[in-house]
């Protein structure tokens, strides 16, 4: 295993869990059902998202490598059938770290074309410091998409949805529309601020559009699988999309008055929202200073 490949991402996402969860051994994966064919899963990383039934076996994103094994057991409970599809939501380490285990079992990687190019590349998270080199080939998308895809699978149409410039510029949202389920990625943090990748091509204004385009497809009955966090509703993404509205533009307006960076992160822009968003992983004063050199960056 290659030890770097998964320390630095998992110091991002096992920050949000109790302390003694960077042990691998300790995660149990977790199934909720969704609908006839739908389910998400919880281990450590990204949720997952999982179609089975008549047809092949899609899954949304693999979290880290040493969870494969999990993974694939607890998709055993539901199926006698190999993993066929794995669609990779970003290219973060804790939503792909599987990708390799997976891709020599025989999965069909398929992603956004900048998850592959990036994942292809060494890459460095600016935000926590943290280097990644180029994953092993088996470990790439092979099928790779710029705007959209679609599969045809288990009775329902997963809608597969580039979000350009959002929490990275590689991120798709995918609508199982007969199973009435969204997953969202990193696009939403549920019940958390959020953590926008900058160094790789990621914006606020783009999370906010990616919100409202699926705001505009979600019903009030549509269940939604945050990339972090509980299973949320349309209510729940839709309070998400107005608190990132109204702090950022905050945090525009004191850029625009021509405030530096840590200015900004003391001026508890968040304060209103922090009892409900600001226990995640993203402090407070940190999601204010993210968003200043987001938003510094892209103006
Ligand atoms: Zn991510």
Redesign the pocket.
């Known amino acids: 295993m290659n030890i770097r490949r998964w320390i630095a991402p998992a110091a991002l996402a096992l920050a949000a869990l109790p302390a003694g969860a960077q042990d691998f051994s300790k995660v149990e994966i977790r199934t909720t059902k969704l609908s006839d064919t739908t389910y998400m899963m919880q281990g450590a990383g990204?949720n997952l998202g999982l179609s089975v039934g008549e047809d092949d076996v899609f899954l949304i994103d693999d979290q880290f490598a040493p969870l494969s094994q999990k993974i694939t057991a607890a998709i055993a409970k539901l199926t006698a059938k190999p993993v066929r599809f794995i669609l990779n939501t970003?290219w973060?380490s804790?939503?792909t770290g599987g990708n390799e285990n997976f891709g020599k079992a025989g999965a069909i990687l398929v992603a956004h074309e900048n998850v592959r190019h990036r994942m292809s590349t060494e890459q460095f998270i600016e935000f926590i410091q943290a280097k990644e080199p180029p994953a092993p080939k088996v470990a790439l998308p092979v099928v790779t998409f710029a705007q959209s895809v679609t599969f045809h699978l288990n009775g329902d149409e997963i809608r597969v949805t580039h979000i350009p410039r959002a929490?990275?510029d590689g991120d798709a949202i995918v609508h199982f529309v007969k199973s009435d389920v969204i997953h969202m990625?990193?696009v939403f943090f549920n019940g958390m601020y959020p953590?926008i990748?900058t160094s790789s091509g990621g914006t606020v204004d783009g999370v906010i559009a990616g919100c409202d385009q699926a705001l505009a497809i979600a019903k009030d009955s549509t269940q939604i699988i945050p990339?972090h966090g509980p299973l949320g509703s349309r209510a729940d993404l839709k309070a998400y999309r107005d608190m990132l509205a109204a702090v950022s533009a905050r945090v525009k307006k004191l850029v625009g008055e021509g405030r530096k960076v840590d200015e900004i992160k003391a001026a508890n822009v968040s304060a209103d929202y922090d009892e409900k968003w600001g226990k995640g992983f993203i402090k407070p004063d940190r999601f204010a200073e993210m968003l200043a050199v987001n938003i510094l960056r892209n103006r």
């Open positions: 990204g970003h973060h804790d939503h929490h990275t990625g990193d953590f990748d990339g």
